[in-house]
């Protein structure tokens, strides 16, 4: 069983929806949680980074961490087709190594 | 501040080539990260370097595998004796010594035919 989970999509919705990008994990030991975009054949970059359990907001993004049920979540209000991308989870335990998911494909079509 | 930088962006080699990839990190951190990412997959840490020491290294990094960091700036991955399976883009990340996050460049993808 790999250390994070994440549904590889593709995941497909018109624009101006509501986007929900979910990753779950194992190891209790992760207290480091972000989400980085990548598009086709680029580096990824990142997004938002939060720590511990809890809810951040950065314009259209939110991303959520739930420690309790291991389980992290970034959402994107009114998705554009420039939102399409894949999207990673990453986690790590401090300073060191960042532990990824395999990445879900977003597509928004107009 | 210019972001972190690889060259070459693409290498094609044979088989059995050695190839060396360069990393220029973001300029004062100390952190510099070598992660493998292959088609479908996200990326997979292979070691990373505090200044210049070499901290941790992976068990997917082999033998064929070595990263050096000689004076705490620019790092260079080689990959001797190369195979076809490791083709894959190999990425490079930065961060100061006591963040939590990492930068990353726009990797190199290596195809081995």
């Known amino acids: 069983q790999k250390e994070v989970e994440q549904d590889p999509g593709p995941l497909s919705v018109p624009e101006g929806a509501i986007v929900s990008l979910n990753c779950t994990y194992s190891?209790?030991?992760?207290?480091?949680f972000m989400w980085y975009r990548q598009y086709s054949r680029k580096g990824p970059e990142l997004l938002m980074y939060t720590y511990s359990s809890g809810n951040k907001e950065d314009g259209r993004f939110t991303a959520q961490v739930d420690k309790s049920s291991k389980y992290i979540s970034l959402f994107i209000r009114d998705s554009q087709p420039s939102d399409s991308a894949t999207y990673l989870c990453?986690?790590?335990?401090?300073?060191?190594?960042?532990?990824f998911g395999t990445g879900t494909r977003l597509q928004v079509f107009p | 501040d210019t972001g972190v930088s690889q060259n070459p962006r693409h290498k094609i080699t044979k088989r059995g080539q050695n190839v060396t990839f360069r990393c220029d990190p973001i300029s004062e951190h100390n952190r510099l990260y070598w992660y493998r990412q292959t088609l479908g997959q996200g990326p997979e840490f292979l070691t990373y370097?505090?200044?210049?020491?070499?901290?941790?290294k992976s068990r997917l990094l082999s033998d064929r595998f070595s990263a050096e960091r000689p004076k705490g700036s620019f790092s260079t991955l080689e990959i001797q004796r190369t195979e076809q399976g490791d083709s894959a883009m190999y990425l490079c990340a930065s961060s100061l010594l006591q963040a939590h996050t990492q930068y990353f460049g726009p990797g190199t993808r290596l195809t081995v035919l």
């Open positions: 990453a986690m790590s335990r401090g300073t060191d190594k960042l532990i």
């Open positions: 370097f505090q200044n210049e020491a070499q901290l941790e």
């Open positions: 190891n209790s030991a992760f207290q480091y």
